[in-house]
C-alpha cells in the first residue's frame, strides 16, 4: 500500500512509519517541523518538512497517490501544554477537516484518526478509584476544553464523512502513549517522560529531591508506544467503524509511577509536591472490553518493562545534555 503518515516526524508519527516500512509499505512522513527536529527520519520513507497540514493545498500534496492516510498530526503536548494553549489544540480541527476533505476528492481508501481520552467527560473522572471509560461514556459530551472538544469533533467528522460520503474512516482513542524517540523536555512533555528525565537527572547529579505536580495520589494508564502502533494497524485493517480505546489497563497513581521509575533506576528520591501545577482530571482508566471482543487483542506490554525501555533512551539524553554542560 502507499501510505501517508502525517505528523510522521512525531513520536507516535516516527514509530509508525517504522513499522509500515518493516511490513513492506511505501510510505510518505509529512511534518510541519524542520526536518532536523523530527524524532525519526526513516531513509526509506519520502520525508517532507514544512507542511502545514492545516492548509489545504499542502494536504492535497500530501494525500497524492496513496491509499491509506494515518493523521496523527496535531498541536499537543502534556497537561502543562493543553491546559495553556487551548486555541491552538483546537485549531488542528484545520488539519483533520482539510485532510478529510482532499483524501475524498483523492479516492483514498481508508482514513485513520488519533483522538484522544481527553474526550471522555470530566464526571467521570473524578475519583483516583477510577472506573474505567467505556466508548460510550464520551456523550453526554464534556470532554477536556480546548484539546479533547477538538478530538471530540474531528471524530465525529470522520464518522459523518463515512456516512455520508463512504470514506472508510477509522478512529482510536488513545489512552497516554509514552516511550523511547520522543518529547522528554521543553514543556510538551507527557508525565512517564517527565519522571523519568527527573530521576536521570537525580541519578546522574546526585540531587534527588524532584517535583512532582500535584499530590501524586491521580491515577492513569500508560501505554508502551509498541501497544500504540500495533493497535492502530490494527485497526486501520479492521471493520470497526466506532470510535476505539486503544490504551493499558495498567492503573497505577502518579506516586507509584515515580516508586518505579526510582526503583528501575536504583535510586530513593524525596518529593517535592507542587499543588498548583496543572494535573488533569483525578483518575482515568481504559476499559477494554470493546477492544478485547472486537479484535481479541489489547495492550498488554508490562509498564515497568516499557518504563525501563523509556528510562535507557531518556537518561542517555540527559546525559548527553548535561556533559554539554
Ligand atoms: P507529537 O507532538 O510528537 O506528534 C505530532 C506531530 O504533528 C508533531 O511532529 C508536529 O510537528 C506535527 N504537527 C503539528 N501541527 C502540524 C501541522 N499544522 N501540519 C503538519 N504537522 C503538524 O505527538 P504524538 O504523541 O506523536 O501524538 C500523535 C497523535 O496522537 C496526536 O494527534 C495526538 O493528539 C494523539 N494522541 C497522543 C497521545 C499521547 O499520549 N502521545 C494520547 C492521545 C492522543
Not at 16 to 27: A, K, P
Request: glycine share 10%; aromatic share 8%.
Amino acid at each position: 500500500m502507499r501510505v501517508l503518515v502525517a505528523g510522521g516526524g512525531g513520536f507516535i508519527g516516527g514509530h509508525l512509519v517504522r513499522r509500515l516500512l518493516d511490513e513492506g509499505h511505501s510510505v510518505r512522513a509529512v511534518d510541519l517541523k524542520p526536518m532536523d527536529e523530527w524524532w525519526q527520519v526513516h531513509p526509506g520513507a519520502e520525508s517532507l518538512d514544512r507542511f502545514d497540514l492545516r492548509r489545504l493545498g499542502p494536504c492535497e500534496a500530501a494525500v497524492d497517490g496513496v491509499d491509506h492516510v494515518y493523521n496523527l498530526a496535531a498541536d499537543m503536548g502534556g497537561m502543562g501544554f493543553i491546559e495553556n494553549n487551548k486555541a491552538a489544540c483546537m485549531l488542528s480541527v484545520m488539519i483533520n477537516t482539510h485532510l478529510l476533505e482532499t483524501s475524498l476528492a483523492a479516492n483514498v481508501q481508508r482514513f485513520f484518526y488519533a483522538s484522544s481520552a481527553c474526550v471522555y467527560a470530566a464526571e467521570h473522572q473524578t475519583d483516583p478509584n477510577v472506573t474505567a471509560l467505556r466508548e460510550q461514556d464520551a456523550y453526554p459530551a464534556q470532554p477536556e476544553d480546548g484539546y479533547g472538544w477538538e478530538k471530540l469533533f474531528s471524530e465525529r467528522m470522520c464518522r459523518h464523512f463515512r456516512e455520508d460520503f463512504g470514506l472508510e474512516t477509522r478512529v482510536a482513542r488513545y489512552h497516554n502513549v509514552y516511550g523511547p524517540i520522543g518529547t522528554w523536555k521543553g514543556g510538551r512533555e507527557k508525565a512517564p517522560a517527565a519522571i523519568c528525565r527527573k530521576i536521570a537527572t537525580a541519578e546522574l547529579t546526585g540531587d534527588t529531591v524532584i517535583d512532582v505536580w500535584g499530590d501524586g495520589h491521580q491515577t492513569r494508564s500508560f501505554m508502551f508506544v509498541d501497544d500504540c502502533v500495533e493497535g492502530t494497524r490494527r485497526l486501520l485493517d479492521s471493520d470497526i467503524i466506532e470510535p476505539l480505546n486503544i490504551g493499558s489497563s495498567e492503573l497505577v497513581s502518579i506516586n507509584q509511577l515515580v516508586d518505579l521509575v526510582a526503583d528501575i533506576a536504583g535510586i530513593s528520591v524525596t518529593r517535592r509536591h507542587d499543588l498548583s501545577a496543572p494535573q488533569g482530571v483525578r483518575g482515568r482508566n481504559s476499559d477494554n472490553t470493546l477492544i478485547l471482543e472486537k479484535m481479541g487483542w489489547e495492550p498488554s506490554i508490562k509498564l515497568r518493562d516499557g518504563l525501563t525501555r523509556t528510562y535507557d533512551w531518556v537518561r542517555a539524553q540527559v546525559r548527553a545534555e548535561l556533559a554539554r554542560g
